[in-house]
């Protein structure tokens, strides 16, 4: 169809995503504090902002945001606090139960929004997903191709994001029923703090730039 190795680039698609990164630990933290409706929602969110990357990659509008470090780094620098901010409000928050996961099912239409946006936030704040996309998608293709294929290959990598997004929310959702009573340190504490690293390790690497 397309002048392409489609192999390579599902092997190294699904390699990328397969790496556990804070879009999984956010995701699975969702499912642990606030139920499966809220985990979906997160990782649809996080699609979305997937998506919104491609989209401006394909205008070409990624090069001109990389080529402003000021606007760059500004972004850089509210997304490494969104990061730590929700690390800690993981690690402060208790376990969902049986019981709340109903009620908040009642009240989906009050939450839903909040956690769509939050993923959507996570993903949009993060301009590396950017520079990933500029980086990696033109390995695989060629003077002759048509300037939409850059669409297909980046949905294709949103799906199989999303996949692994969920694939680990289920399977911490094991560890969470086998381990019940250090549930809380895997699935709270841990990755709360792996947020909060993150989020300072994006304000460093940010900072460092300016002030070498």
Request: glycine letters at 8%; charged letters at 10%.
């Amino acid at each position: 169809m397309f002048d392409i190795n489609w192999g390579l680039f599902l092997v190294a698609s699904l390699t990328i995503n397969a790496i556990p990164g804070a879009d999984v630990v956010y995701v699975t933290g969702k499912y642990y504090t606030k139920g499966k409706r809220s985990a979906v929602l997160s990782a649809t969110g996080l699609a979305v902002g997937y998506y919104f990357y491609i989209f401006i990659t394909w205008l070409g509008i990624t090069a001109i945001l990389l080529s402003n470090p000021s606007l760059f780094g500004v972004i850089q620098l509210i997304g490494a606090v969104y990061l730590i901010w929700m690390g800690k409000s993981i690690i402060q928050s208790s376990p969902i139960t049986t019981k709340q996961n109903s009620e908040q099912n009642s009240h989906k239409k009050n939450t839903k929004n909040y956690d769509f946006l939050g993923g959507f936030v996570i993903s949009v704040l993060n301009p590396k997903v950017g520079l990933f996309f500029v980086s990696f998608f033109p390995q695989f293709i060629t003077s002759g191709s048509p300037s939409y294929l850059i669409l297909i290959l980046g949905s294709v990598f949103c799906l199989g994001a999303t996949f692994f997004n969920m694939l680990y929310c289920f399977l911490f959702s094991r560890i969470q029923k086998l381990s019940p009573n250090k549930s809380h340190l895997i699935l709270g504490v841990i990755p709360g703090i792996i947020l909060i690293f993150l989020g300072c390790l994006m304000i460093y690497d940010t900072l460092s730039i300016y002030y070498q």
